[in-house]
């Protein structure tokens, strides 16, 4: 919690900003617009004082520290979640808590290739590849294998390439009995 709180005439003068959505005691919200400005702003290089200040704020009202923490705050936002983080709800009534699947640094994201290397790791002697072309082909080969031969116990004990027939050939015939 911050420790300044506005009193009546700064909570005007700030809510008279057209970024400010709203004000309170101790806390400003700011537009969608102004977020995404200040976080490509920053990574262009300007400072958080000298955004703020550009938009309009009076820095000695809201406080330096305040202006860092929340140019901090939107950065980590957007590197994780992109424009997306700031406009898609991840928390409050209604909201699930969490971001979309399909988010960048989700890390479920990552199971596939996480075991594909895992196993790649456990199955193939990579340590002796002398070139960074022989470790090219060791992947290239166990990907292949993998695919191709590797029968996998989750997938009804088939490999991922006829798996993946499988069930193409199943789509395929509920397409076929739903159209009739």
């Known amino acids: ?4 709180i506005f009193n009546e005439h700064q909570r005007r003068q700030i809510e008279a900003n057209p970024y400010v959505v709203s004000v309170s005691d101790r806390s400003i ?40 923490s929340a140019i901090h705050r939107w950065k980590k936002i957007y590197q994780i979640h992109g424009e997306k983080g700031f406009t898609e709800e991840r928390r409050g009534k209604g909201s699930t808590g969490r971001p979309p699947m399909s988010r960048r640094g989700n890390c479920l994201d990552n199971a596939p290739m996480e075991s594909f290397f895992g196993h790649f790791k456990d199955e193939v002697d990579y340590k002796e590849a002398e070139s960074l ?48």
């Open 1 to 4: 919690m911050s420790k300044i």
């Open 29 to 68: 919200q700011y537009t969608v617009d102004f977020k995404l400005k200040a976080v490509q702003d920053n990574l262009k290089g300007k400072g958080p004082s000298e955004i703020f200040k550009a938009a309009g704020f009076d820095i000695e009202i809201i406080g330096l520290s305040k202006i860092q």
């Open 133 to 180: 072309a022989d470790l090219h082909t060791l992947v290239l080969e166990y990907m292949n294998h993998y695919n191709h031969t590797r029968k996998q116990w989750t997938l009804k004990k088939m490999t991922p390439a006829s798996y993946r027939s499988h069930l193409i050939v199943l789509c395929k015939i509920k397409f076929l009995q739903n159209a009739n």
